[in-house]
C-alpha cells in the first residue's frame, strides 16, 4: 500500500506584537525576531502540532508526527515550509523518527522544502533516525534562504533497534540536503548507504552506533558558529589521548571563496547514541536561550 501524504506550513509575524524576553537582542535590547502566527494544511497519517506555551521565548515549534510513530512501506511525505521575514521557528520530534521493515522493495519517503525569509532563523532539531531492520528510505531536504535568513540543521541517525540486535541491518538510507542562497545552488550533501558485493554497512561503522551532520548557517549566528569553532579546534593537551568514541570535527563556511565567515559544519560518529546526544546539545547550548 502506497500513502502519499502532504503537508504546507507557513509562519508569519504578528503585526501588533515585540518580543521583550530579549531571546537575542539588538539595537536598545529589543529581540531581533518578532513573535508569529502559523497556518498549516495536512493529511492524514500526518499530523503537525504547533503549542503555544512550549517556550518563554518567541521562537515558534512545530512537531510533525506520523500516527503509528513512523513511516512504513511506499509512504511518501511531502512537507513544505515558508517562514516569513524576522520570524524564529523550530522544528523537532516528540520521539525518535522511525522508518519500518520494507520487504516489497518499495522505499519510504520523505521530502521537505524550506523558504526561509530575511531575518528569520530556522531551526530543524529532530532526534536520531532510526531504521528497523530492512527498512529502505530515501529523504531530501531543500532550504531556500535569503541572504540574511539563518538556519541551524541536524542531521542524524542511529545503527537501529540495537538493543535487540538490529545494527546497522537497514537495506538503504539516502539522504540529499541542498542549499539555495539567493537562488543560488551553496551547497548539497549527498549520503547512500546501502550495502555493497565488498562491504555491509555494519562492518564500514564497526563500533559506532550513532553518525550525523549539523550545520550552522546566518550571520546572527555568528557567536554560535565561533563557540563551536573555538570547542572543536581546541589542540588536546600533550600527552592527552583522544576518544575513539566520540569522533568529533567541525570545519568553517564560507560563501564564494569569501574570507568572510558564514557558518560551520560539523561531523560527527559516536559509538553510544547518549554520549554523542549529550555531545551535540553541550554545543548547541548557547542556541536555546534563542529557541526557548
Known amino acids: ?78 512537507i513544505s515550509f515558508k517562514i516569513g521575514h524576522k520570524c524564529s521557528v523550530t522544528s523537532a520530534t516528540m520521539s525518535f523518527p522511525k522508518v519500518y521493515c520494507c520487504e516489497n522493495g518499495k522505499d519510504s519517503q520523505q521530502h521537505a522544502e524550506y523558504y526561509i525569509d530575511s531575518e528569520a532563523l530556522l531551526c530543524v532539531l529532530p532526534d536520531p533516525l532510526v531504521c528497523f531492520k530492512n527498512a529502505s528510505y530515501n529523504q531530501s531536504q531543500t532550504f531556500h534562504l535569503a541572504s540574511d535568513a539563518n538556519l541551524v540543521i541536524l542531521d542524524w541517525f542511529s545503527s537501529g533497534r540495537y538493543m535487540r540486535g538490529e545494527r546497522w541491518a537497514f537495506t538503504k538510507l539516502k539522504s540529499v540536503t541542498s542549499i539555495f ?30 553518525v550525523g551532520t549539523c550545520m550552522i548557517m546566518g550571520y546572527l549566528l555568528e557567536f554560535l558558529t565561533t563557540s563551536i569553532l573555538t570547542q572543536l579546534e581546541k589542540c588536546r593537551a600533550y600527552g592527552e589521548k583522544p576518544n575513539p568514541n566520540l569522533l568529533f570535527s ?19 560518529a559516536a559509538v553510544s547514541v547518549p554520549e554523542g546526544m549529550k555531545k551535540i546539545e553541550d554545543l548547541l547550548q548557547p542556541l536555546f536561550p534563542i529557541i526557548g
Open 181 to 210: 542562497i539567493n537562488g543560488k545552488l551553496e551547497f548539497k550533501e549527498a549520503q547512500n548507504i546501502q550495502n555493497t558485493p565488498f562491504l555491509t554497512i555494519k562492518n564500514a561503522m564497526k563500533a559506532y552506533n550513532i
Open 250 to 268: 567541525v570545519s568553517p563556511l564560507n560563501l564564494d571563496n569569501s574570507s568572510e565567515q558564514f557558518g560551520c559544519i560539523i561531523r560527527f
Open 1 to 78: 500500500m502506497e500513502r502519499k501524504i502532504a503537508a504546507e506550513i507557513e509562519f508569519r509575524i504578528k503585526d501588533s506584537k515585540i518580543c521583550e524576553n530579549g531571546c537575542l537582542p539588538g539595537h536598545e535590547n529589543i529581540c531581533k525576531f518578532l513573535p508569529c502566527d502559523v497556518s498549516c494544511y495536512y493529511e492524514y497519517p500526518l499530523k503537525i502540532m504547533c503549542p503555544s506555551s512550549i517556550s518563554e521565548a518567541c521562537c515558534q515549534w512545530i512537531f510533525p508526527i506520523i500516527y503509528g510513530g513512523g513511516l512504513v512501506e511506499g509512504d511518501k511525505v511531502n
